[in-house]
């Protein structure tokens, strides 16, 4: 029928690469050669940007399940999430190296899902001299990205088009919140005289700050508050805002989370849209993928009633182009993005 990364003690036992029936070689070559062509596809954006970021393979969407590769000018970031594919970690830099020579390569395996797998959590160089920390380049702006300790690969790239895009949005004041490094308020400091980044790390802010100077911003304000908290805040007092992003962690990590994501997900859309007046936007997303688009609009259409908000769909967006989704791998179609209107 084809051939798969086997594993009878792990929740997904077999990740199906290779559907090809004349397929007669080793089972891994057909693997590799995955690999190489998942690497071919970014060549060009790459070359085009070098200084930029971007997903080199994205795991099932790549049909090279488990594993996730990202690069940030010029330097990789792997993680292996199965124990089949772990043995192959040696095979796998070779193709790397020569389809795309990275100044170093980094193994952050310190994904919890190791642990179903029986895989040890560990953060390890496996080419060249690992930087403390490179500068990338998304499109107008330069942001920093801290390989070893970052979450995830060290950002968020999942999420470049869709901040590009805010670019082009004026006004006076835009609300950026779970800003982590404020990637997103980064794009929205040119086109708004001031810009509140909000997440509850301070540490993250603090690299947010750092983020704004290099990039000449001093209309950026950190605010070091629980999201919840602070809408919830903003709207007692009467706040507005032009624009409010609301790029939330995933909220349903499984199943049985979805009905309390839901509420979660309504709660804060809800309140944002009280915050904004007539003609404000509301640019807000979901990661989790037990959240389906369909429930995502659904939850939009509800926040919008309670709110008494009449809202209009500018656009329907989502991962990157580098995030390939699969038609047959339902998981891979993730991230919803969506650009509101308050009428």
Known sequence: MGRALYNPASEISVRAFSFDPVDSGRPEEALLENLRKALQRRKAAIAATPEGAYRLVHAEGDLVPALVLDYYAGHGVMQVGSAALEPLTHALVE??????????????????????????????????QIPEFVWVQEGSVRYQVELQKGQKTGAFIDQRDN????????????????????????????GFEQVIAVD????????????????????IIPQEANAFEFLREAEKQGNQYDLIVLD???????????????????EINLRAMKLLPGGGILATASCSHHLSEPLFYQMLAEAAADAHRTVRILEKRGQGWDHPVLLNVPETHYLKFALLEVM
């Open 95 to 128: 193709v790397i190296q020569a389809e795309l020579p990275l100044q170093s390569l980094l193994a952050k395996n310190d994904q919890k899902s190791r642990s179903l797998e029986g895989l040890p959590l560990e953060v390890r160089p496996l080419l060249g």
């Open 163 to 190: 901040r590009i895009r805010l670019q082009t949005f004026r006004g006076q004041t835009a609300l950026d919140v779970f800003s982590y490094h404020g990637s997103f308020a980064l794009h929205l400091a040119q």
């Open 200 to 219: 509850s790390s301070a540490a993250a802010l603090q690299r947010a700050l750092q983020n704004a100077q290099a990039n000449g911003f001093t209309n």
């Open 248 to 266: 939330p962690p995933a909220f349903a990590k499984g199943k049985r989370d979805v009905e309390r994501a839901y509420a979660a997900y309504k």
